[in-house]
Nanobody
Framework: QVQLVQSGGGVVQAGGSLRLSCAASGPTFSGYALGWFRQAPGKVRELVAGMTRSGGSTYHKDSVKGRFTISRDNAKNTGYLQMDSLEPEDTAVYFC??????????????????WGQGTQVTVSS
């Protein structure tokens, strides 16, 4: 299975931007769908954005549509989550995930095969 290492994140004021990266190693990254999840204290882990292996189809959670953008560069074995117009409600630990089956992104996260280490995003008001 692919190994994922995240970078990015940090503290930003409301209205600011951050970009998260997810670098993959091991099996060919282009063989895996990509997802970004987040988990706030006391809440379940939720899918924020997803992308198919080729990048031809994407999903964005309603609350982030128009503000967050998922992308990937298969030549660089890296996925990204660009986050603009950040709100305090976006504060959470963000995780990238990969799975050979794009549909698995929309089910129980425990069934996903590969996870990044997580990175804290804090948005101050």
């Amino acid at each position: 299975q692919v190994q994922l290492v995240q970078s990015g994140g940090g503290v930003v004021q409301a209205g600011g931007s951050l970009r998260l990266s997810c670098a993959a190693s091991g099996p060919t990254f282009s063989g895996y769908a990509l997802g970004w999840f987040r988990q706030a204290p006391g809440k379940v882990r939720e899918l924020v954005a997803g992308m198919t292996r080729s990048g031809g189809s994407t999903y964005h959670k309603d609350s982030v549509k128009g503000r967050f953008t998922i992308s990937r560069d298969n030549a660089k074995n890296t996925g990204y989550l660009q986050m603009d117009s950040l709100e305090p409600e976006d504060t959470a630990v963000y995780f990238c995930a990969a799975d050979a089956n794009y549909g698995t992104m929309f089910g129980d996260p425990r069934f996903l095969t590969s996870w990044g280490q997580g990175t804290q995003v804090t948005v101050s008001s």
